[in-house]
């Protein structure tokens, strides 16, 4: 059973049961599967990770079972569906994906 997932650096790592480690996922940069300081995660209805990528101003989802990169979506600006810093991410009952927008002073979905 999973139980926790956690940062370290700019790297996440999952742990199960006993506190055993068992994988980390990504590096530092901007490319696909790359996170420039992740800051917020969740698990969506599909088993994928969802984070909040800060400072590459962007949401990255990658597969829970091996953080392989799925897809990005959102890129800096003001715009609805852009971001400036967002910091938290969860996703509801109903598969939406919330962002806290940090620097646009809003939440989106």
Do not use: K
């Not at 742990?15 to 068992?22: I, K, L, M, P, T």
């Not at 949401?59 to 003001?78: C, P, Y």
């Amino acid at each position: 059973m999973w139980r926790s997932l956690f940062r370290e650096g700019r790297r996440y790592g999952v742990v199960r049961d006993g506190a055993a480690f068992v994988r980390s996922f990504g590096s530092e940069g901007d490319g696909d599967g790359n996170f420039n300081w992740p800051t917020g995660l969740c698990v969506d209805g599909d088993n994928h990770i969802v984070v909040a990528d800060r400072h590459n101003h962007r949401i990255v989802v990658v597969a829970r079972t091996d953080g392989s990169f799925v897809r990005t979506f959102g890129s800096e600006g003001a715009a609805h569906g852009h971001f400036n810093m967002p910091y938290g991410v969860c996703v509801n009952a109903a598969g939406l994906i919330i962002v806290s927008d940090t620097l646009n002073h809003r939440v989106q979905m």
